[in-house]
């Protein structure tokens, strides 16, 4: 028989994505007789701080209703800032009491990649619906213990793929996925910035730092999404850095690999912490979709020989857009747009690309 992973690698990703897992499938395990849904962002840095909770305050189906923080000076500015009320204001200690909280319907984990799990399967058995930032979680077997708890507890979990959402991306895709400028050749794909810290969780192994996992998904992601492909196999890898006193213990500053697809299609991928690039080349017969950026904040933007791709939008709509269709697809109880799944596939691929980079040999996938 043929396996559902050895399904989706020969299957276009818009049908894999159609493949209703019983996570996505969860939308809602009981009916939400309420208009907007409470939100409770755990973990109060950079973009809990600058994009979710700004955006929260954009929003029409959700709103931010708690916080979960161990630093209490932050949990006093966030009160006092947003009105948030004092038995909505929880730490990693009495995170768990939640349960208990009729204000708050959905947790979103915005914590180091390393946290994500634990935090996941406590939301999940607090019986709160869950969101949880990419990416996913540090390996595949994490990924998955993940669904398998909000399986387990009638939750949904969604992944924070906000380009996923967002009109330019869906504009491309479709562009692809319909085959209008016919078959695909090739995608190229890279995503980095200059990232300059130098004691921030993306230069410490042990919570999941590195390249790879923090901007190496947004290139896998649209390596996926550019040819509507899974991956069959990593052809090459390489994981280097150019500041070996930031990036240590074998943590990658910059990533490159090659990617095998179906049919024949070849993907290159970059990703880095040294440099500032963004943009997705899909090489068709009939012409290329050049998007640039193609994972930015302000707006996503490109061109193919059918014309511009430009929704404009600015900070933090891309946000806004991702909590709204999601509160929405809860609120209906209809599947969740991007389910634990997505994530897991990209973990999936983050993992080859790592053992290829090691063995220097190439890894089905």
């Not at 058995?125 to 990416?135: G, H, I, L, N, S």
């Not at 959402?165 to 078959?183: C, F, M, R, S, W």
């Not at 004691?199 to 042990?206: A, F, I, L, R």
């Not at 190496?216 to 280097?240: C, D, N």
Request: glycine letters at 8%; one cysteine or more.
């Amino acid at each position: 028989m043929t396996s559902r992973r050895d399904t989706l690698k020969t299957l276009g990703l818009a049908g894999s994505l159609g493949l209703l897992s019983p996570s996505s499938l969860l939308a809602c395990a009981e009916p939400l007789r309420k208009e907007k849904l409470g939100i409770a962002l755990v973990g109060l840095g950079y973009y809990s701080t600058d994009l979710l909770a700004p955006a929260l305050q954009q929003t029409e189906h959700c709103y931010l209703a708690g916080i979960v923080t161990g630093t209490p000076s932050k949990a006093e500015a966030w009160k006092t800032k947003y009105n948030i009320p004092e038995k909505n204001i929880y730490n990693y200690q009495n995170f768990d009491s939640i349960k208990d909280n009729p204000d708050i319907d959905v947790v979103y984990v915005v914590l180091p990649p390393s946290m994500h799990r634990e935090y996941v399967e406590r939301a999940a058995a607090a019986k709160k619906q869950v969101w949880c930032e990419k990416p996913m979680a540090v390996t595949v077997a994490d990924c998955q213990a993940m669904i398998d708890a909000c399986k387990k507890h009638g939750v949904s979990l969604s992944i924070g793929y906000r380009c996923q959402h967002e009109p330019n991306t869906k504009a491309y895709v479709d562009l692809i996925k319909n085959k209008k400028l016919g078959k695909i050749k090739s995608v190229d794909c890279a995503a980095g910035y200059r990232e300059n810290r130098t004691d921030h969780w993306k230069q410490k192994v042990e919570m999941g730092g590195g390249v790879i996992y923090d901007m190496g998904v947004y290139s896998i992601q649209g390596a996926r999404l550019g040819t509507q492909m899974e991956p069959l196999a990593v052809k090459s890898a390489k994981v280097w850095t150019e500041r070996p006193e930031i990036y240590k213990n074998g943590l990658g500053e910059i990533v490159e690999a090659e990617l095998e697809f179906p049919n024949g299609v070849t993907g290159k991928i970059k990703t880095s912490f040294f440099e500032n690039v963004n943009y997705l080349t899909v090489q068709c017969e009939n012409g290329a979709v050049e998007i640039a950026p193609f994972s930015g904040y302000s707006g996503n933007k490109g061109k193919s020989p059918l014309g511009e791709i430009n929704f404009p939008y600015q900070i933090p709509w891309q946000q806004a857009n991702q909590m709204d269709q999601d509160a929405l697809a809860i609120l209906g109880k209809k599947p969740m747009p991007v389910p634990g799944e997505e994530g897991l596939r990209d973990i999936r691929i983050v993992e080859a690309i790592l053992e290829s980079a090691k063995t220097g040999k190439r890894v089905l996938i």
